[in-house]
Structures are given as structure tokens and as C-alpha cells.
């Protein structure tokens, strides 16, 4: 136990969707970007998963809240305070005073500079002394493993909750990206506005995201890895009757199919913009995709099909960013493409 003040070392996955802290090269929270708050006081009452507990299904005394929103912070003060909360379960019953912070985070590569201004001063806020952002992009290809330094073109595609962050990356920096606001979140937004207009049946986000998990697809042919129909229960929209609706993969694709074109399309973009020495380098590596998204089933497939470039989807998807902040927060001195 340490009696007094000291630096500690964090680095941040701060999603729309989850947060990821690594403390001591390991993964110490991974846990939902929600707080719940007293709705009278402001105080925090939950974070993370005991939050999304209570996300929908909260009273009027308790306000549950998801601070981030197109992978900005939409909610300031709640942001802050699932900062601190989050934080403190990294720490807890391991310090007596707080630990002053250095921490990396990773945001959007969109971001303009009032967004990068509000998640420093969330953090500093939250305790952080020392606070450095890198773009999610270039967090994501250190957390696969590429040498992003090195005179060579890589592309990456990170499908996150809020924002779909394209980038071709060479010699530390972004040469071209594309980051559009259309990811995890809209995804489940499709899938509850298709229910409701196809099945007549009402289901809530969370659902909503229980049937993407389940039986979410990018193609209407996934062959023998075809998942098992998805049973939904709800009220029926018009008689508020209880329904009980079997969900199968085609029709989840057929309903998603608008929302991923536009990813085609914005990865189609970056490449138009790519140099052609870079383009023939990612050509020859393929594209990687990372995030959440990356997990749809077939999403790959669909765009190795529609580009003409192999897509590979990273080992562990979900944490890619997060570990690359965790390498970033280690090479402080050595990576110049860290900002302050």
C-alpha cells in the first residue's frame, strides 16, 4: 500500500460503446460507458456494468446516462464522473492517498479541437497530471502490431460504437482517413426501427443489441457459420399484447445492409485519396479491421468482395485500441504522433 502521492501509469480506451483501462500491461477495467447518477444530487450512484443494469429500466430518481455519443462526449459531467469511477476500480484498496496520473487516450481521428479539449479536460479532471491523446487509428494498428513508423501503408478500418475511423497510416503519422459517424450504435438502431416496422414488435436498445450479438450479419449467405434463430420477446407496437418473435441472420442483414454500404463507401473514399506507392503497400497487406464491428459476422468477407483487397480481422478486435494506447503510454518519448 502506497501512504503517499505518487505518479500512476494509465492508458484509455474511451468508447461510445465500452471503456478499457490498462494498468501494469494488463487489462484492469473493461466495462460500459455508463454512469448512473442521483438525479436530485448529481452524485454517482453506479458505473459500467452495475449501471448498464439499471440503463432503461431506471426510475425517475435515478438517471442513467451514456456520456459519449458519436464517439465525442455528448454529457461533460458524466463523462467525468465515469472517468473517476472507472479509475477508481482500477485502484481500489491499492493506495491510501490518490495517485496523481499519466495517462494516453485514444479518440476519434475526427475529432476537432473543442472534442480533443473536452476529453483532456475530462481526465485532468477526473486526476490526470499528465495527459496525452493518440487517434484510435494509429492505437488500434500498434495494438495488432505494425510497425507504424516504418516507410510503409497500412490501412485501418476501426468499427467502434459511435464512429467508423478509417486510416492509412505511414512513417508515425495519418496520411489519409475518413471518419464518419455511422457504427455499433446505428447498427442497433436499424435493427430496433426494423422490428418495429417488419415484426410490429417494440424492443429496447439493449435488446436491440442482444439480437445483433446473436444473429447480427453482414452477408444473407454465411454457409455452414449460419447462427441459430434469435427468439425476441416485446409488446406487440399497436395492442401492447406480448409477442414472441423468432429473428433469423438474413433478414438482420437485409436490414443493416444501408449502414454497411456506407462503410464501403467510406473506406472506398479513403483509398481514393491514398498515394499510389501507399496504395500498392496495402494492396499487398490487406486491411485490417478492428472494433466492435469487426465481430459482425461476414463483414470481412462482404468487403474483400466488394473492394478487391483482403480484409483480415485482428486477433481480439475489441482491444486492439486499448493495447495500443498501452504500448504508446510505455514509447511517451519515442512516439511523436502522441499529442499534449
Known amino acids: 500500500m502506497g501512504f503517499f502521492s505518487f505518479t500512476q501509469e494509465l492508458s484509455m480506451d474511451l468508447g461510445t460503446a465500452n471503456t478499457i483501462i490498462i494498468s501494469d500491461d494488463k487489462i484492469a477495467v473493461d466495462e460500459p460507458s455508463v454512469v448512473a447518477l442521483d438525479s436530485q444530487t448529481n452524485k454517482m450512484i453506479a458505473v459500467g456494468e452495475r449501471a448498464k443494469l439499471m440503463y432503461e429500466k431506471n426510475n425517475n430518481k435515478i438517471r442513467v446516462v451514456r456520456p ?46 473543442v472534442e480533443l479539449r ?6 485532468e479532471h477526473a486526476g490526470g497530471r499528465d495527459v496525452y491523446l493518440i ?13 507504424v513508423e516504418a516507410p510503409e501503408g497500412n490501412m485501418i478500418v476501426d468499427i467502434g460504437g459511435g464512429t467508423t475511423e478509417i486510416a492509412v497510416i505511414s512513417l508515425g503519422g495519418i496520411v489519409s482517413n475518413n471518419s464518419i459517424k455511422m457504427a455499433g450504435d446505428d447498427l ?33 449467405d454465411l454457409g455452414d457459420d449460419a447462427p441459430e434463430d434469435y427468439v425476441v420477446h416485446g409488446p406487440n407496437r399497436i395492442t401492447a399484447l406480448p409477442m414472441e418473435v423468432p429473428v433469423c441472420y438474413q433478414e438482420v442483414a437485409h436490414c443493416l445492409e444501408k449502414s454497411i454500404a456506407k462503410i464501403e463507401t467510406a473506406v472506398l473514399n479513403a483509398l481514393e485519396n491514398t498515394p499510389p506507392e ?11 479491421l478492428t472494433g466492435g464491428g469487426a465481430l459482425l459476422r461476414g463483414i470481412d468477407r462482404r468487403l474483400t468482395e466488394k473492394i478487391n483487397i483482403p480484409f483480415h480481422v485482428a486477433e481480439d478486435p475489441l482491444h486492439c485500441v486499448a493495447k495500443g494506447t498501452g504500448v504508446a503510454l510505455k514509447n511517451v518519448d519515442r512516439f511523436s504522433f502522441l499529442m499534449r
Open 68 to 113: 459519449l455519443r458519436d464517439g465525442v462526449i455528448a454529457d461533460f459531467n458524466a463523462c467525468e464522473q465515469m472517468m473517476r469511477g472507472l479509475i477508481k476500480m482500477v485502484n481500489t484498496g491499492r493506495h491510501l492517498f490518490s495517485p496523481t496520473l499519466r495517462m494516453v487516450i485514444g479518440v476519434p481521428s475526427g475529432s476537432t479541437e
Open 118 to 123: 473536452a476529453v483532456r479536460d475530462s481526465a
Open 135 to 147: 487517434f484510435e487509428p494509429l492505437a488500434a494498428a500498434v495494438g495488432i502490431g505494425v510497425d
Open 188 to 220: 442497433t438502431a436499424d435493427i430496433q426501427e426494423y422490428m418495429s416496422r417488419q415484426h410490429n414488435v417494440k424492443v429496447s436498445e439493449r435488446m436491440a443489441e442482444r439480437i445483433k450479438i446473436h444473429v447480427g450479419s453482414a452477408l444473407t
Open 278 to 288: 501507399l496504395y500498392a503497400d496495402i494492396v499487398k497487406n490487406g486491411i485490417y
